[in-house]
């Protein structure tokens, strides 16, 4: 880009003769560029969902690991032998390392969602990379795996959150259904959430660190069994990014 602008205005100052209208029209196109180049830097897309062909829809789970829910949520997803996506946050795999390495061992892909969980819109570039590089260094260090896909806390971006993302080679993920499941006491609320709006191709979102009265795992103990039953097949983001590309 600057090598361009330079051409250009070595072009338009190469004769006193040239006109004025010239001028007006290179420093126009100069204008265009910087204007095209500055508003434009990112690559990176967020997926709400997948565009399939087969009934293939991804479960996945936010802000664990926590010694309490995650092992009761993979005990059941193994029971169903059903591989899901856990983003988590960095300070909780410092903080339960152990709970970590079994999310790992039980083979589920794990999703960087930030080293602190702050939402980052607003925060700037390089604070945002510090976020996704403290959070992938734990869970290298104890996951032995090194995530590609993140999801920003609250589902929130902006130019520098898509920009930092693309930069470190990330798949930046969010989701179609949202099951409440952190608000929701009751179980069969969450489950009618998302037997009401399920379509091939979703991303549910669940979460595997809230409050104490957290009925995810009931949740999820009655609605796989449901979603089987109407044909789906469950898998992790990773899954359900690789059939649809």
């Known amino acids: 880009m600057k090598l361009l602008i330079k051409k250009l205005k070595k072009l338009m100052n190469r004769s006193k003769n040239d006109s004025i209208w010239l001028r007006f029209c290179g420093?126009?196109?100069?204008?265009?560029?910087?204007?095209?180049?500055?508003?434009?830097?990112?690559?990176?897309?967020?997926?709400?969902?997948?565009?399939?062909?087969?009934?293939?829809?991804?479960?996945?789970?936010?802000d664990g690991p926590h010694p309490r829910l995650t092992p009761k949520i993979l005990e059941i997803l193994k029971r169903y032998n059903i591989h899901a996506t856990f983003f988590m946050i960095g300070k909780n795999v410092r903080d339960y390392p152990e709970t970590a390495k079994l999310v790992a061992k039980d083979g589920h892909e794990i999703g960087n969602h930030t080293d602190s969980h702050i939402r980052l819109c607003g925060l700037g570039k390089k604070r945002v990379e510090r976020e996704l590089e403290e959070c992938s260094l734990q869970i290298q260090k104890v996951c032995n795996q090194t995530p590609g896909l993140f999801r920003p806390p609250e589902g929130a971006v902006d130019t520098a959150v898509l920009s930092a993302a693309n930069d470190k080679e990330y798949r930046v993920i969010l989701w179609s259904i949202d099951t409440r499941d952190w608000e929701s006491k009751n179980e069969g609320a969450i489950v009618r959430r998302v037997l009401s709006s399920v379509k091939p191709g979703d991303i549910i979102l669940m979460h595997d660190f809230i409050s104490y009265n957290s009925k995810t795992p009931e949740a999820l103990e009655r609605l796989i069994p449901k979603l089987l039953a109407r044909g789906y097949e469950i898998g992790s983001v990773g899954e359900l990014l690789r059939i649809g590309s």
Do not use: G, M, T
Request: charged share 20%; aromatic share 16%.
């Open 27 to 62: 420093w126009i196109l100069i204008f265009s560029c910087l204007i095209s180049f500055h508003s434009f830097p990112v690559r990176a897309e967020a997926y709400r969902c997948v565009d399939v062909q087969e009934k293939r829809i991804a479960l996945s789970f936010d």
